[in-house]
Every structure is written in C-alpha cells, then in structure tokens.
C-alpha cells in the first residue's frame, strides 16, 4: 500500500519548484534529452542495447561477414560429414574453419547460417512491428480522439481480431495464400514468404497498440492544451499528428521495443511449424526445427540458435523495459 | 453607447445523463445566459463550482456546442458557425486556461506553442512568426530568448505568461479567461493579474473572467455577473455588486470570503448545505434551499432578472436587499448578525 | 472582533519542534525542504503555517506525524509531542500515536478517503485500531455520533455511503470526522479548504473552531491563503525556501509584519476592500527552487531592500530574532527600525496592509 496523497504532497512540494530558466543557468534540456541522459545511466539499458546493436550490425554487415568467414549460408562441406551424415570432430564439429560447427546432414556452417537468420529474423520483426504500430497508431489515435461512432466501430473491429486464434488462422491461412499465386510444386521466392509472414502478424498485432494509443488519447483529449489547439481553430490533421502523437511517443516506444521480440519468436514458431519461411531461407525457427532431431546425437546444433534467439529477445525485451523507466522515472521503483 | 461586442441571449447547456441506454434527463449546468460584453470591457463570471461559470467560457469560445439560446459576436451569430465559418472569428475569440501546466503541451518548445495559433490559421506575419512570437514572449514579461525552451523548464506562473503570450497571439478582440490564477502562488497572482490589466488597457481587450475568487474578480473587472446554478443570479458595475449587492447568494459570497484586513471570525452569513446537483435543481428560485430570506413564493414563482432601481444592476431575487456594504474596513458581513439566526 | 489569546496557563506546549531538518538525496543534489525550523503549539490554540509552494510547510507537518518514509528522508531535530521525543523513535510506537494523539487532515478528502469502503466503515476502522477492545456495535455508534458533531445530516444513514456519494463539502467533513474520532491531542489541517468553495469553507472554518473549542486540541492550519489564517489562527510562522522567516501573533504578523517577504504577500493579495483600481504590488520573481536555494536569505533575489545591507542578505543567513515585541520573531537582516520606516513608507499605503 502506498500513502498516496502523502508522499503526493511531499513530492510536489519539492518537486513544484520549478524556477526561470535564467536564474538556473543551466542549458535548456529537451525532454528527450532528460530520458537519453537516464538511459545512459541505466547499466541493463547499456548491456542490453550493446547486444543489441551487435545483433543488428551482423544481420547488416551478414554478406560482408559471409565473405570475411570465406563461407556462404547455402555451401555445403559433406566431406567433413561421416557415413551417417553427423559432422566430424567434436561439438558438433566446431573447428577454427566452423566456428559453431556443422549440420548434421547436408552439413551447411551454423555460424553463417545463424548470422543470416538473425537477418531474416530482425526483417521480419522490424517490417511487422512498424506495420503493426502504424496501423494501431492511426486507428487508436483516430478512435480516442474522434470518439462515439468512430471509436465504437474501431473498437468492434479490435475485439474481432482479437478473438480470431492466430496459429489456426496462421496455420490455415499461409499455405492457402501460397497456392493461390503459386503451385503446389512452385518454389515460393522468399519476398513472398516474407510478406506473407508480415501481413499475418499485422492482421492480428496492431490491437494492442491500438488500443493503448487509444486509451493515451483518451486521457490527453481532456487536457487543456488540446482544447487551446481547438480554440484557435487547428483542423483534424494538426490535433492528431501534432499536438496529440509527440505526446504519445513514450508508449509507442515501449510498445514497438516491446513487439519486435515477440515476432522474432513468432517468426520462429511458424518456422518451427512449417508455414513460415522456405527451406532455402536461413531462419531460427527452421534451424531449430531441423535440431530437434538430433537433439540427443548433436546438442551444439540445438544449443548455438536457441542461445542466439533467446539472448536477442531478452536483450529487446530488457532494452524495452528500461526505455520505459526512463520515459516515464515515476512508474517503477 | 457602443454596440456590445458580444451578445449572449438565453445561452443553455444541458448534458444529458445516461442509464445505459435509456436517457435519464440532463445535467442543466448553463440555463438561460443573456449578458453583453462592450469592446475593451471585462466582465467577471463569478460563482461556486457547479455553477455553470466554466462551461459558459468554453461555450462562448466554441468548445461546448450550445443546446439552445445565440452568441452573437461583432455582429454575427456564431451559435452554430462550423470551423470554416469560425476562422476569421477564432482570430478575434481566445481563451486562457486555469491550469498551467495542463494548457501548454508538454512535447513542444515554447516558441512552437505561442506560434500555434498562427500557424493553424495561416498567418505570416510581416517579419516572420519567430519575430512576432518573441514580440509577444516580451510583451507578456518573458526573455525573448527562451524562444526554444520547453514547457518543464517554467514555473507556475511562468507557464501562465506564456499561455498568455499564446492567447494574444492572433491580436483578439476578446479573450475568455478561465480562472486564469486559481492555480498560481499568491505572490505570482498578483503579477498575473497586473499583467492582464496592462494589456487590458494597453491593447484595449475586452473579457470575459472566470473567476471564483470576488476578490481578484474586483481588482480585474468592470462588471460583474454572479452565476449560481446555472443562472445569472444578479449582474452589474463591479461597486454595485460589491457596494450594493440586492442578491441574497451575493451578499452570503462577500461575506464568506475570509479577508486579511479582518483578524479573528468575522460575522459571517452561514449559508447552510452544499450546492444542489444540476441534475434536478430546485424549482422556482434555486438558492432558495440555502436562502434564509426564502417563502413560499420562492419555490413555485421563479423570478426574473431585472433591475430594481432602474439602473444597470439586475437582480433575479423576489425579496433583494438593500443596504450598502462599506469598502473601507471592517467585517463586509454587516448584516450577519440579524441573518445568522 | 479581535479574539483575544488565551491566557497562557503553566502546562508547557503540547508541539514543540526544535530546529527541525528534513533532508531529501535526489537525482539532481540534496533537497533542504526544512531548514533548521522551531515552533510550538500549546493546546487550545491554533497556528497558521504560511507559505507558498516549494516553503516547506506540508514537509514539516509530515514529519511531525512521522509521515516520511526513513529511506528518503533525513530528519534530524526534536519533535516533541506531549512530552515524548519523535524524532528516532521506532516506526512501531510513532504509529500508535499517529491517529490517537495527532491526525491529520488532508487537502483533497478523495484521495484520503478508499473508494471502495463506506465512510463510515473507514471512520470505524480508524477508531477501532486504536481500541482493539472496542466491538463492531460501538464504533459504528461512535462513528455515527462523530459524522453528527461534524454537522452530515442524516449521520445514520450517510454511514453507509461511499464516498463518491458525498459533496465536496461533506467529504471534506467526514474527513475531519475520522481524523477527530480518536479524540486526537493535536490537528494537522493541510490547506484543508483550499479545493472548496469559499461559502462551503467558511463552514468548515467554523466547524474546525467549535471542534477545537470543544476538545481543545491542539491545529496546525497549514495554508497559503492569508484570509484564512487572519480569521482561525492564534499565531502565524511565515516559511520561505524551507526556513521560517517571521513567526509571531496572528495580530503581530499580519497588523504589524516585520519581514519583507510578509509585507510582499500583504501588498500581492487582493482584498475586498480599500481601492479596487490600484494595481496590485507583486513579488517580483518566482519562489525559489529547493534543490537549488539562493544563497544567503533565500529571499534576498526578490527583496526590494536586500541591497540595503551590503552583501550580508547574500552571504548571510539571516537567524530568527526578537523584533521587538514579545513573541514576535524575524530573520531579516535590516535594522529594526529601518524596517518599521520601510514599512510605514512603502507598504501601509497598499493594498490590504492598510
């Protein structure tokens, strides 16, 4: 229990002080300022991010990387194979040539392969997330702001997606998509896949920032600072995207940091499932999908995606967090 | 005599209450207005909460759309104007807002606040709009050169000015201020309030004062209109209302304000209860529940606003008083003690 | 009509602060939100706390009440409450006395009061934890019986209400009820009408009186409105940036103030009366930051007469002295009897000082 209007009036009492800029002779600090300096300080915010950004400029630099390593995602080494098609040596075949060894059987290099899955990967979560966050900004931005009719069909259309089960309709809807462009004996180019995934997880991921951005207007609608917008006679266009989103930012933030880990295991799930990407597509989910089976003769083909993909989504999913505490200091701790 | 500037005529709002579906009447909160305002004129709006004073303000600037009655502005009805129609007007028609730190948008720097008016109605003004917008960041007391400062950065009353500075940007003829210094320090309200005088006088405004406070409303405004539940209870020059009150509720109002000249309990008029809700408001006269002058004629006849002596005061009371309140010293409840009994 | 003090009779001040600190460590440097403040309050009387934001005034009531939370807060001084010493004593025992010997009342009854249990419930509670022997029958009688003496019609059956049932005024009323229902020694009443109407608060006002004449407590009124301590206060402390700057009667401060900053607050308020069309005469500036206090008397940036001393109003913190009268204190830097020139000369003239 906290002792609300006690340490409401402590806290504005110190905190209501604010005083003329000029007497405090400090430089004028931004609001996004004010949150990068608590970011940085932020230690989980620092570690986090660093992974992060590592992640991202290997999925960037994947063909330089490639051509550095001096092997290629789809070059197969059957000659470091056995009879039984299990890699030589031990580990899985690590060696200084195969950093995280072979696959059992067609005996492609894990290491590039990860590397152009973390590319596949961090494609699709990106392209879906800002699909899904457009969608949901606009609609939500338009029902909170607007209200009564709008909102409720708004609101309507939410609730449907909302209760369609997204693996069945995954499930069912992919493969049929497919066929309708291209046979059943057709390779399907990977663009298509790609879309494909995007538009599934846009069909169903916008809800939810929707529905936050909705209830952020909502709230904001009632400040006087809109109604000063509205008496001096600002149209449609200015209210939404100028006076309303720069203050919504902070969640949409936290929303998207927040979306891009659950479609990279999204992605993987569908992967795993078969209706994701093609074969030819290096992508986690396929990759562990096709580990399971030697999960007991080769570990290390398990073990170097699954500890990839999991240290990606954490690190998305702490970077996340923090970029909350310092957008908004007064909601945790 | 000049032509009023704006002209309000049986102005009402009435919210309607719903009980899921079914409408369960409606929340009169502003029933039946007619006042004028004269160019270069202010004119307090004084009452309690409930009364109906904040709603009328939002109405008159357009941000309520009126249930029944007509504002007529320079001449022209804008009851129903749409946004196309209301352009030109929006230029003349601003309003200031009670709470500063809610009435400044937090995401954007104070230049781009106080340019807003200008730049949603498409002015260019000669020299360019940031010339113009530290023009009037000096002309309300702020240095010119925090031009790209945000909102945080200020106090209180700091914010005031620049919600100010915002207000005058497209030159008004009228501005609607909502009590604009309910939420200041006492030494910064007193900096607020000469400024508004200033520009009063100096640009030659006319207002509308919101206020709660009858003695901020007294040093402000020309004339003065008490609201109670909806209704404008008695209106007049600023020394017949405080000088002369013939309406019960405002003489109860003076004499319940606790005044610094006045040391220890004055004798005040105890007025009994609390307000009544809009919902259902009593019938007849609606201050007659807490009116110690109150008879049966009170709760069947609800009487009109009109003036007694044949002057400009008007009073809506069957049974006003008379008698004058002194301005120089002593408590203002001279009549207490015959009432509070 | 003066109210004449009491007679001070021997029982020593029921309050006595001493020199009291309360210290915040923040992100942006340490906060001195009480600065070295002593006071006291006999029963019976009522002192009016005066300042603006940021003065320190609603710290100093929470650290009376032992409101702030250890890891934040750094008090140090004596707070002594009917003798016994607040200040270090352990969270368990402070407890006990807070709602039993001193309540406290706040300024927005809505957020004071749980939503989702009936006022008359919450008053029960209250009474009931400190009489753990007392039945469900005898605090809800005792309940009831206080919602009466604070004037709610209907106390019986208003028991049973939530508080969004209530008006303002009647919120405001049952909140006095509970922090009153243990018969508390000492009232801490923080700005407790300022989000009321002004005919609603003059009902409160007056009920706060005849409780107190009632149960002789002890209030603190903490407030920013001079018209309200004028009318209900026996003596006035005037706080600025965390220090108190003058303390006296309610007649010495505000009839015959010695600090500039009082003289700035009377000249600055409207009033009802004398002229309505002189301009008012404001403080110049802004109330000071308490992370970042000027140095010197905090007031010094936005005196009118702090050049008149040399550079001691900026080097020197001005301590609280005798001014004169008996009982009348002030911590300004300038001769006594330059102040009452100043004072006769520049401030009488306006505004309500008159």
Redesign the interface.
């Known amino acids: 229990m906290s002792l609300s209007p006690v340490e409401g009036v402590a806290l504005a009492e110190i905190e209501s002080t604010g005083e003329g800029p000029e007497q405090k002779g400090l430089v004028g600090r931004s609001p996004g300022q004010l949150v990068w300096n608590r970011l940085r300080r932020d230690r989980t915010a620092l570690v986090s991010g660093i992974v992060l950004v590592l992640l991202i400029l290997a999925a960037v630099a994947a063909p330089l990387i490639s051509r550095l390593y001096g092997t290629s995602p789809s070059q197969q080494f059957g000659d470091l194979l056995d009879a039984t098609g299990m890699p030589l040596g031990y580990v899985g075949g690590v060696s200084g040539d195969h950093w995280f060894g072979l696959e059992p059987g067609l005996g492609r290099d894990i290491f590039i392969r990860m590397i152009y899955g973390i590319r596949t990967s961090l494609l699709i979560a990106l392209g879906a997330a800002v699909v899904t966050t457009t969608i949901g900004v606009v609609l939500g931005i338009i029902a909170g702001y607007l209200g009564g009719v709008v909102d409720a069909v708004i609101g309507w259309f939410t609730d449907v997606a909302l209760a369609m089960p997204f693996l069945v309709f995954a499930l069912a809807v992919v493969p049929t998509f497919s066929l309708r462009f291209y046979g059943p004996r057709d390779a399907i180019p990977t663009w298509f896949a790609v879309t494909t995934l995007i538009v599934v997880f846009a069909a169903f991921g916008w809800t939810g920032t929707a529905r936050l951005v909705r209830g952020q207007v909502v709230s904001l609608r009632e400040r006087e600072f809109v109604e000063a917008a509205r008496a001096s006679g600002a149209g449609l266009w200015h209210m939404l995207f100028r006076q309303l989103l720069p203050n919504i930012w902070a969640p949409i933030l936290v929303a998207f940091s927040l979306a891009v880990p659950s479609y990279v295991t999204g992605e993987a799930a569908l992967s795993f499932l078969g209706v994701g990407l093609p074969e030819s597509v290096p992508s986690f989910g396929r990759m562990i999908y096709r580990s399971i089976d030697y999960l007991q003769t080769d570990p290390a083909y398990v073990f170097f995606p699954g500890i990839t993909i999991f240290a990606l989504v954490l690190a998305f999913n702490l970077f996340g967090d923090a970029l909350r505490d310092a957008l908004d200091p007064k909601s945790s701790r | 005599m000049t032509e009023p500037l704006l002209k309000v005529r049986g102005l009402t709002k009435h919210f309607p209450v719903r009980d899921g579906f079914r409408a369960r009447g409606a929340v009169r909160a502003v029933d039946g207005l007619d006042f004028d305002v004269r160019p270069g004129e202010t004119l307090g709006l004084v009452g309690e909460s409930g009364c109906g004073k904040t709603t009328t303000g939002r109405m008159l600037v357009r941000l309520l759309d009126a249930t029944s009655g007509s504002i007529e502005f320079d001449g022209r009805d804008i009851t129903h104007a749409r946004r196309a129609q209301l352009r030109p007007l929006r230029q003349d028609l601003q309003i200031i807002f009670q709470d500063p730190y809610a009435s400044l948008n937090p995401r954007h720097t104070v230049g781009r606040i106080v340019a807003m008016p200008l730049q949603v109605n498409g002015i260019n003004p000669p020299g360019g709009i940031k010339k113009r917008v530290q023009e009037l960041l000096e002309l309300v007391g702020l240095n010119p050169e925090h031009y790209n400062r945000y909102p945080h950065e200020f106090s209180g009353g700091q914010r005031q000015r620049i919600g100010i500075a915002r207000a005058l940007a497209l030159r008004p003829k009228l501005i609607v201020a909502d009590e604009p210094v309910s939420a200041l320090d006492v030494s910064i309200q007193a900096q607020v309030i000469n400024l508004l005088r200033d520009l009063q006088r100096d640009l030659d405004l006319a207002f509308v004062f919101i206020a709660h406070d009858l003695a901020v409303v007294r040093h402000f405004c020309h004339r003065v209109a008490v609201m109670y539940l909806g209704k404008i209870v008695e209106i007049g020059d600023r020394d017949d209302i405080y000088q002369r009150p013939q309406h019960p509720y405002t003489r109860a109002l003076l004499s319940a304000i606790p005044d610094v000249t006045t040391l220890g309990p004055a004798g005040r008029i105890r007025l009994a209860g609390d307000v009544p809700t809009p919902l259902n408001p009593p019938s007849g006269c609606r201050f007659r529940t807490r009116c110690w002058k109150a008879q049966d004629r009170c709760a069947t006849e609800e009487p009109p606003l009109i003036t007694r002596d044949g002057g400009g005061q008007l009073t809506a009371c069957h049974f006003p008083e008379t008698g004058t309140i002194s301005q120089d010293s002593g408590p203002v409840g001279a009549t207490a003690e015959e009432v509070s009994k | 009509?003066?109210?004449l003090p009491e007679p001070r009779s021997g029982e020593s001040p029921y309050l006595r602060v001493k020199d009291l600190r309360v210290r915040?460590d923040?992100e942006d440097g340490v906060?001195r939100?009480v600065d070295g403040v002593s006071f006291s309050v006999e029963r019976g009387r009522t002192l009016g706390i005066v300042g603006?934001?940021?003065?320190?005034?609603?710290?100093t009531s929470?650290a009376i009440l032992g409101?702030?939370?250890a890891k934040r807060?750094a008090i140090s001084g004596e707070i002594s409450v009917g003798g016994r010493q607040l200040v270090g004593m352990p969270e368990e025992e402070v407890r006990r006395l807070r709602g039993r010997d001193m309540a406290m009342i706040?300024?927005?009854p809505l957020?004071?009061l749980h939503p989702y249990y009936t006022v008359g419930r919450q008053i029960a509670e209250a009474y009931r934890v400190h009489h753990p022997r007392a039945g469900k029958r005898e605090a809800r009688g005792r309940a009831v019986d206080m919602l009466g003496r604070v004037g709610i019609p209907q106390p019986g059956k208003r028991f049973d209400q939530y508080p969004h049932e209530f008006?303002?005024?009647?919120r405001q009323r049952a909140m006095i009820a509970m922090a009153l229902v243990n018969d508390p020694d000492l009232l801490i009443a923080?700005e407790p009408t300022t989000a009321l109407?002004?005919?609603?608060?003059?009902?409160i006002?007056?009920l706060l009186?005849d409780l107190q004449g009632e149960f002789r407590s002890a209030i603190i009124l903490i407030t920013?409105?001079?018209?309200?301590v004028?009318?209900?206060a026996d003596d006035v402390l005037v706080m600025y940036g965390g220090r108190a700057v003058e303390h006296g009667s309610?007649?010495q401060v505000?009839?015959r103030p010695q600090h500039p900053y009082t003289w700035?607050?009377?000249s600055?308020?409207?009033?009802?009366?004398?002229d309505?069309d002189a301009?008012?005469?404001?403080?110049?500036?802004?109330?000071?930051?308490?992370?970042?206090l000027p140095s010197g008397c905090a007031f010094h940036?936005?005196c009118r007469y702090a050049d008149r001393n040399g550079d001691r109003s900026r080097t020197e913190v001005p301590e609280l002295r005798p001014a004169g009268e008996a009982g009348h204190l002030v911590a300004c830097h300038l001769p006594a009897d330059e102040r009452t020139r100043l004072y006769q000369q520049d401030i009488a003239q306006v505004g309500?000082a008159q």
């Open positions: 009509m003066v109210k915040f923040t906060v939100a603006e934001s940021g003065s320190g005034k609603s710290v929470l409101l702030h939370n807060a706040f300024q927005d957020s004071a008006s303002g005024g009647m923080d109407d002004v005919t609603v608060q003059a009902q006002l007056d009186e920013h409105d001079l018209g309200v004028s009318q209900v309610v007649e505000l009839r700035g607050l009377l600055s308020v409207p009033s009802l009366h004398g309505a301009d008012l005469v404001p403080i110049k500036g802004n109330p000071p930051s308490l992370i970042n940036p936005r309500v």
